[in-house]
């Protein structure tokens, strides 16, 4: 929840190979308090079965830059690992093209940032939500 003098992340993956939420993707959150300044790692967790990471921790006062890191590669072993046991056409590429995402983005206190990133095997996007 942002205040005044904080704001505020949250953040969804939907796989778009298969229109679903993208569960148990690794997420980490760091802030930190200017362009200069380091990276003060904020906590992890995972997605859950609706894709969302709904336990971000609050963001430092003074925070001006946020970045997420999606640990992509081990979902989709694990993606890879299901279809491979359904005996579903395999993967054009044996490795991951993508095995992190990491989103950069400036805040403003008082502002609430929903972050949701589109995932594929071979490409993803971002943008602000609502």
Same mark, same amino acid.
Not at 35 to 45: D, H, I, K, T, Y
Not at 55 to 73: I, K, M, Q, S
Not at 87 to 96: E, I, K, T, Y
């Given at each position: 929840?942002? &205040?005044?003098?904080?704001?505020? $992340?949250? &953040?969804?993956?939907?796989? &778009?190979?298969?229109?679903? %939420?993208?569960?148990? $993707? +690794?997420?980490?959150?760091?802030?930190?308090?200017? +362009? /200069?300044?380091?990276?003060? @790692?904020? /906590? =992890?967790?995972?997605?859950?079965?609706? =894709?969302?990471?709904?336990?971000? %921790?609050?963001? %430092?006062? =003074?925070?001006?830059? #946020?970045?997420?890191?999606? !640990?992509?590669?081990?979902?989709?072993?694990?993606?890879?690992?299901?279809?491979?046991?359904?005996?579903? @056409?395999?993967?054009?590429?044996? /490795?991951?093209?993508? @095995? !992190? #995402?990491?989103?950069?983005?400036? $805040?403003? +206190?008082?502002? *609430?940032? *929903? $972050? %949701?990133?589109?995932?594929? @095997?071979?490409?993803?996007?971002?943008?602000? =939500?609502?």
């Amino acid at each position: 929840m942002s &205040t005044e003098s904080t704001a505020s $992340v949250s &953040t969804h993956i939907l796989d &778009t190979s298969i229109g679903r %939420p993208a569960e148990g $993707v +690794p997420v980490s959150l760091s802030a930190r308090s200017g +362009p /200069g300044a380091q990276w003060a @790692p904020l /906590g =992890g967790s995972a997605t859950d079965a609706d =894709g969302r990471y709904k336990d971000l %921790p609050a963001l %430092p006062e =003074g925070t001006t830059h #946020v970045r997420l890191d999606f !640990e992509t590669e081990t979902y989709f072993a694990k993606k890879k690992q299901a279809e491979a046991q359904q005996d579903a @056409p395999a993967l054009r590429d044996s /490795g991951v093209f993508f @095995p !992190e #995402v990491a989103i950069t983005f400036a $805040v403003v +206190p008082g502002e *609430h940032y *929903h $972050v %949701p990133l589109l995932l594929n @095997p071979f490409g993803y996007s971002v943008y602000r =939500g609502s």
